[in-house]
């Protein structure tokens, strides 16, 4: 199992699987979009069992959208929002960060030359480790690689068909600078016939629709546009799926299932229900007993959507994307990024297959 900061899942899942481990990998995959074709690659070379740790593919939420898209009362989808609101650990700084954090004492406990892995290496400071690793370009995918599996997953598997985007643009970004992500910012991502958008940053939220229901942690609060006399709910992680005929679902997060928007009490068609944890998936799928929920075959090409949209904060422009070729289209700046950093020396093998 690995769960370690995002630049290091890749060395240590290539070394797994060179051993012929099966490798369970936290989200998201990889941290660049070369690590994530190369852990595709690894998987059919090595013939060994992966999963991505975004434990709500193994929930309701995966078997609802699976069958709600086979028996066609998911269809006909034109445009997905997906929002992700919350506070995150780089807003504390307010955009300002200028340049990497001052050295701090090291513990001695700490292997800071293994911590970097092969990443780009900056001297130990409290504001790198600890989980800040996340906000850094260098080492984390910021918000949407932290929370894009968890809301993102089924719409990428069922409804996108694990497709790559062929447009990538951004918009409403504050706090903007090179070594930390924004303090929001709208990502819109255009695949074939079906528009992705992603919103984050606490006061950057997308207009919701008719019937919008909003949660709390108990569950749903009955559908009002006039957010039933609440004073500004708090928008949860989760997306809307607006259908050609007009129709809506929503969702939460993680293993939450689909409601139609303004149908608070229709019952909804029926569909399986999880069997498994993701967890028990996984060492049932090393025991031969069952499929892996989430091998890298599906979770590369849904990291590799993250891997755009950070490209994309880290320039602080849009793309176009070959999705065949899966390159940017007459842009050497992106298609650098796309391979990732050098890395450092002693870690380079990893990166030859």
């Known amino acids: ?47 060994v069992v992966t999963q991505m740790g975004n434990q709500g593919h193994s929930g309701d939420n995966f078997y609802q959208y699976r069958d709600y898209v086979q028996n066609g009362i998911i269809k ?23 340049s990497y954090p001052a050295p701090d004492v090291m513990p001695e406990t700490l292997d800071w030359e293994v911590w970097c892995n092969a990443a780009p290496y900056h001297d130990f400071s409290k504001d790198l480790a600890y989980g800040e690793w996340r906000c850094w370009y260098d080492y984390g995918n910021g918000c949407m690689g932290d929370w894009g599996a ?20 951004i918009s409403n970004v ?28 606490l006061d950057n939220k997308p207009k919701l629709p008719e019937g919008f ?49 303004g149908a608070q009490d229709e019952k909804r068609p029926a569909f399986e229900k999880a069997h498994n944890d993701h967890w028990r998936n996984f060492l049932l799928a090393v025991k031969g007993e069952e499929e892996p929920k989430s091998p890298f075959r599906v979770a590369a090409p849904l990291s590799e959507i993250f891997c755009l949209g950070v490209i994309a904060q880290r320039l602080n422009r849009g793309f176009k994307f070959d999705p065949i070729a899966k390159r940017a289209i007459g842009d050497a700046e992106v298609n650098i990024l796309l391979k990732g950093p050098t890395p450092r020396e002693g870690w380079e093998e990893y990166y030859r297959g």
Request: aromatic fraction near 10%.
């Open 213 to 261: 229901r909003y949660a709390d942690n108990k569950g749903l609060f009955p559908a009002s546009t006039a957010n039933d006399g609440l004073i500004d709910p708090p928008l949860k992680p989760g997306k809307e799926i607006y259908l050609a005929d007009g129709t809506v679902w929503q969702g939460l997060s993680h293993a939450s299932t689909l409601v139609r928007c």
């Open 150 to 169: 968890h809301i993102l997953d089924c719409v990428h598997r069922f409804t996108l068909r694990g497709a790559l985007p062929r447009e990538v643009s």
């Open 1 to 47: 199992l690995i769960g370690i900061p995002d630049h290091s899942h890749f060395c240590a899942a290539m070394h797994a699987m060179r051993l012929g481990k099966a490798v369970y990998v936290e989200k998201p995959l990889a941290h660049s979009f070369r690590e994530c074709e190369l852990l595709l690659a690894a998987e059919e070379k090595y013939g």
């Open 76 to 98: 006909d989808v034109k445009k997905v929002v997906a929002h992700m609101n919350m506070q995150r650990r780089w807003h504390k700084w307010g955009g300002k960060t200028r």
């Open 174 to 201: 504050t706090g903007w600078n090179a070594f930390v992500f924004p303090i929001q910012d709208t990502l819109t991502m255009k695949f074939d016939g079906v528009t992705l958008e992603w919103y984050e940053g």
